[in-house]
């Protein structure tokens, strides 16, 4: 009889058992839709769904996900274990929310975000230069000399001037001063201020910069050197090295010797990194007869999370628990976390205890603080922490974040701290204040762009002298009394205003935080980084975010320590205000390397050659795997001197070969030898094995020069797309047509496999028989003549753009 999985009556049990299954998943999902439906409709949840709280909340798992994604990535190489997203970064999503204002959507997408960027950058630049032209024509009037403080006239368009003239007096020179520009603090002008230099005729001046350059080392070895130095003595998992208490002589391997700092010796030192510990290490300098604590700066994730909990905490319990009057003072909240596991830290292993007990070598040694970037602010609150107990204690902060205390406290602070930035530093700018008034800046920069986003791409490219600043803003932006307000984009900018006003004015007064204690600006007078003159700074001048394409530069630890080393006071500065050269720049000028997908800056051309460059590089591709580069047909000559004889048909590649076969209904064999008219395409591919091992040079070569001909090309394929999002010089043309005559070269000289014993002469290892064969060109041939002729007209394309760009 017929099986029993066929039938009618077998299909129809199936489709019973398909309809029990789909009742058993069905009602379950109607019951939880409908459960769904119920909540989402509650009017409850869904004011609670859209409350500002809510979305700070998913703001925070998301960015707290977003890092533990990159820590996965990383192999936890950059830290990243201790990221639980429990509420670390819940205060930066709250002001991130406030910062953004996440009720009204402006509609900003990154390449707004590019363009008025850089246009923000000129603005800010515009407003630097009329700041000196009213410099300039205020002292004009008055005869001789400068003002202490000359407002900008922000209307005066920027002439030619000599900036040596202008603030490069003898009198100046007498005075031992700088003029420096700050903002004002509405943002909306500069003002040229005198500011006293540090001079080798003054001591504390000179003692306070040498220290500086002394300690800046240990600031900088925390990183990595002071680990690697204790690398033996430590084991493999080991995040602490304490030193005997006994042995309190110097010893050569606890030094910093090798690192060219034999006066330092290790004393203790903790290398954990979490959210609230820091790696940090205490040692003893020999020269200076101090005991430094070096606080390492950002390097993990954790230290970027503690960088983003820059809200201001009270110090009213530490400063009852440390011995300072805390009340009514605020700090960096993240920085005081780690300050404060830090402080236990030190105390729970008794560490300066030891160092300054009555019989200890070292109790007349002073205590010195110091630190970079973050480390330099835990290095400011670990100082106010310790200095009740230790009232000789210094502090020298280098770069470090621009909100650490409030404005009384830094003013108390400059007792014991000596805070050093470099330049145009953004990491002592960036405060909550800062970031909203960049933010306002940002947008009406972009409210006042008249011309298309294209056009704005090109002119922000392209350099701009500072004599042609005026000229140049003014092409693509209007007045501000001239912005059209009937816009989209200007009525959101008012509706977010509006917002921002009502929350401020609702919303409890923040504490603004300061860098703490005594300034020291280095300011690059040439904008070549060779020369920089030290001046004692205020903190009111870091009221802005300087945008320029130095202000991540200048936070490297390395080129600090070397300029305060290098730094000579008995030197006559030169003060420039400009950084372009003495020549002006023309606004033809070769224009900066930006990349924009897809924008074209020299023509379709290079859009039509990349579409030539990827047809011909997939031919060369399938030409180089292609079992079937040519057709082979062969004439045997058996070894013991019988008849010679057809043999079977072959399809030869460079990499693998393809077997003929008899065809279904057909006889192979004619009068006793092989009839190739008889035989087709297996159409399998076969690799060469060890019977085809002895290949002869021709054969090699063809392979060598099919795999530099992939190769090439797919670096040419890198080249010739970056000219479709950006654009290269005559040079860099020159030696893409190069490397495409040499791809055209190498493709045609793959057919030196018609050379090889294949097509040729072959004795079978097995048979001895000797095989006389004759190849014809095949698929794989055919495909690699046309990438051949692809490859020379893309060369010849790539010569035209060489004219073009000369």
Same mark, same amino acid.
């Given at each position: ?14 489709l ?9 998943f ?8 409908r459960i ?7 009017k409850?949840?869904q ?10 909340e ?8 977003l890092l533990?994604c ?9 830290g ?27 509609g ?6 590019? /363009?008025?960027?850089?246009? #923000?950058?000129?603005v $800010?630049?515009?407003? *630097?230069?009329n700041? !000196?032209i009213? &410099? %300039? ?5 008055r ?8 407002k ?8 030619? /001037?000599?900036?040596?003239? #202008?603030?490069?007096? $003898?009198?100046?020179k *007498?005075?031992?001063? !700088?003029?420096? &520009? %700050? ?22 001046d000179?003692r ?11 600031a ?6 002071v ?7 430590l ?6 090295f304490?030193?005997d208490?006994?042995?309190?002589s ?8 090798t ?8 004393y203790?030192a903790n290398?954990?990194?979490g959210i ?33 909990q ?13 011995g300072?009057d805390?009340?009514g ?18 105390k ?5 205890k ?10 007349d040694?002073?205590?010195v ?5 973050l ?19 210094q ?30 530093d ?6 909550q ?22 056009r704005?791409?090109h ?5 701009c ?6 000229s ?8 501000k ?11 959101k ?11 401020n004015?609702?919303?409890e ?8 204690g ?9 904008g070549?980084e060779t ?38 006071l ?15 720049l ?21 859009l039509?050659?990349m579409?030539?460059?990827?047809i ?14 040519v ?5 045997i ?9 057809t ?10 070969y ?20 008889n ?5 399998y591919?076969?690799?060469y ?21 992939v190769f090439?090309?797919?670096i040419?394929?890198g ?7 950006t ?33 040729t002469?072959w ?19 055919k ?24």
């Amino acid at each position: 009889g017929p099986p029993p999985d066929s039938g009618l009556w077998y299909s129809l049990f199936c489709l019973l058992l398909v309809t029990y299954a789909l009742e058993l998943f069905v009602w379950p999902s109607m019951i939880a839709n409908r459960i769904m439906r119920w909540i989402r409709s509650n009017k409850l949840t869904q004011r609670g769904r859209y409350a500002t709280r809510a979305k700070g909340e998913r703001l925070e798992q998301c960015l707290g996900g977003l890092l533990k994604c990159v820590s996965v990535l990383c192999c936890n190489k950059q830290g990243g274990k201790e990221l639980k997203n429990q509420g670390e970064l819940k205060d930066f999503a709250s002001n991130l929310m406030e910062f953004a204002n996440n009720d009204t959507k402006l509609g900003i997408v990154l390449s707004d975000m590019y /363009v008025g960027g850089k246009l #923000l950058a000129r603005v $800010q630049a515009e407003r *630097r230069m009329n700041a !000196i032209i009213g &410099l %300039q024509r205020t002292s004009n009037k008055r005869g001789e000399g400068s003002p202490k403080k000359a407002k900008a006239d922000l209307s005066t368009a920027a002439p030619s /001037v000599d900036r040596r003239d #202008l603030l490069g007096g $003898q009198d100046a020179k *007498r005075r031992r001063s !700088i003029l420096t &520009l %700050q903002t004002e603090e509405d943002g909306k002008g500069c003002v040229v201020v005198e500011k006293n230099v540090l001079t080798s005729t003054n001591g504390e001046d000179v003692r306070v910069l040498r220290l500086a350059a002394h300690y800046s080392i240990y600031a900088q070895y925390i990183y990595f050197h002071v680990r690697m130095a204790l690398e033996e003595l430590l084991a493999k998992d080991a995040t602490t090295f304490v030193r005997d208490f006994d042995m309190m002589s110097p010893i050569e391997h606890l030094s910093l010797a090798t690192y060219d700092v034999p006066h330092a010796h290790i004393y203790y030192a903790n290398f954990y990194n979490g959210i609230a510990a820091t790696p940090y290490a205490i040692l003893l300098d020999e020269e200076e007869k101090s005991v430094v604590i070096a606080v390492r700066g950002t390097l993990s994730l954790e230290d970027w999370v503690i960088d983003l909990q820059y809200v201001p905490h009270p110090l009213d319990k530490v400063g009852e628990l440390c011995g300072f009057d805390g009340k009514g003072h605020h700090c960096h909240k993240g920085v005081l976390t780690r300050c404060k596991w830090m402080y236990n830290d030190i105390k729970k292993h008794r560490v300066l205890k030891h160092l300054y007990s009555s019989n200890s070598a070292y109790k007349d040694y002073r205590l010195v603080v110091v630190g970079h970037s973050l480390g330099g602010g835990c290095a400011q609150v670990l100082s106010l922490m310790l200095r009740p107990s230790f009232p000789s204690l210094q502090c020298f902060a280098f770069e470090p974040p621009g909100c650490i205390f409030d404005d009384l406290l830094s003013e108390d602070c400059k007792q014991w701290i000596t805070s050093i930035v470099r330049h145009e530093d953004v990491v002592p700018r960036v405060t909550q204040p800062n970031l909203e008034c960049l933010r306002d800046e940002f947008f009406d920069v972009v409210a006042r762009i008249k011309v298309p986003k294209t056009r704005a791409f090109h002119d922000v490219r392209a350099p701009c002298a500072d004599s042609h600043l005026a000229s140049r803003n003014a092409r693509v932006l209007c007045p501000k009394g001239e912005i059209e307000r009937d816009t989209d984009f200007y009525q959101k900018v008012q509706k977010f205003r509006n917002e921002r006003a009502i929350k401020n004015q609702t919303g409890e007064v923040s504490v603004k935080l300061y860098i703490p204690g005594r300034i020291i600006h280095l300011v690059d007078t040439k904008g070549d980084e060779t020369k920089y003159v030290p001046y004692w700074a205020s903190r009111y001048e870091f009221n802005q975010v300087i945008l320029s394409g130095r202000m991540l530069a200048d936070h490297s630890i390395p080129p600090l320590v070397n300029i305060l080393r290098s730094l000579n006071l008995d030197d006559v500065h030169e003060v420039r205000t400009w950084h372009a050269d003495d020549k002006d720049l023309n606004d033809d000028d070769e224009e900066v390397h930006l990349i924009v997908p897809f924008s074209n800056p020299q023509g379709r051309v290079p859009l039509v050659l990349m579409i030539f460059i990827i047809i011909a590089f997939i031919l060369a591709m399938l030409s180089n795997q292609d079992c079937k580069y040519v057709s082979r047909s062969t004439i045997i000559q058996p070894p013991n001197g019988g008849p010679p004889y057809t043999g079977k048909g072959l399809n030869a590649g460079l990499w693998s070969y393809n077997l003929k076969q008899c065809a279904e209904g057909e006889s192979c064999v004619v009068n006793g030898t092989n009839a190739d008219g008889n035989f087709v395409d297996t159409g399998y591919c076969h690799p060469y094995g060890p019977t085809f091992s002895s290949t002869n040079i021709y054969w090699k070569s063809a392979r060598t020069f099919g795999s530099l001909t992939v190769f090439l090309g797919f670096i040419g394929i890198g080249l010739v797309s970056t000219a479709t999002c950006t654009k290269l010089k005559k040079r860099t043309w020159m030696v893409i047509c190069t490397l495409f005559l040499l791809v055209t070269l190498f493709q045609g000289l793959q057919f030196l496999f018609l050379k090889s014993d294949l097509c040729t002469e072959w004795t079978h290892p097995d048979t001895k028989d000797m095989a006389r064969a004759e190849c014809s060109i095949s698929t794989g041939a055919k495909l690699g003549v046309t990438a051949t002729v692809l490859w020379f007209v893309t060369a010849v394309g790539c010569s035209y753009m060489t004219r073009l760009a000369a």
